[in-house]
């Protein structure tokens, strides 16, 4: 079949772009390729990106409902040394953790949950 769009960005709302995008920089190794006041973006060497939109008034998501929306899933070699890492760049890890030891949720500055597996 043919393609009609390639994915290009995942975007996430959020009440400051600048510390979002910094948290995931740190986190998945990417660049920053944008950067204002209302938005940041990171691209990967895939050519995958990630976009962080400033919202007025943005409220987090909470954990577990927001696991229901979207959420995103990270790959790592050693889940509790990047939990420990991840947790040092400001995630936060909730109580509820339905993973049984093969995944971690964490939740990004902004309240987003994500997973950490060394099983994707």
């Not at 696991?67 to 760049?89: I, M, Q, T, Y």
Request: glycine share 10%.
């Amino acid at each position: 079949m043919t393609a009609i769009a390639e994915p290009g960005a995942v975007t996430l709302s959020c009440s400051d772009p600048e510390s979002l995008a910094e948290f995931y920089a740190r986190t998945t190794g990417w660049q920053k390729v944008f950067s204002s006041e209302s938005a940041a973006y990171l691209a990967g060497e895939n050519g995958m990106k990630m976009g962080f939109v400033r919202i007025e008034g943005f409220e987090p998501p909470t954990w577990p409902e927001a696991g229901n929306r979207v959420h995103l899933d990270f790959s790592v070699p050693d889940l509790e040394k990047a939990e420990a890492e991840l947790l040092a760049l400001g995630a936060t890890k909730p109580e509820d953790q339905p993973g049984e030891g093969k995944w971690t949720v964490l939740l990004d500055p902004a309240g987003y949950p994500f997973c950490i597996t060394t099983m994707v």
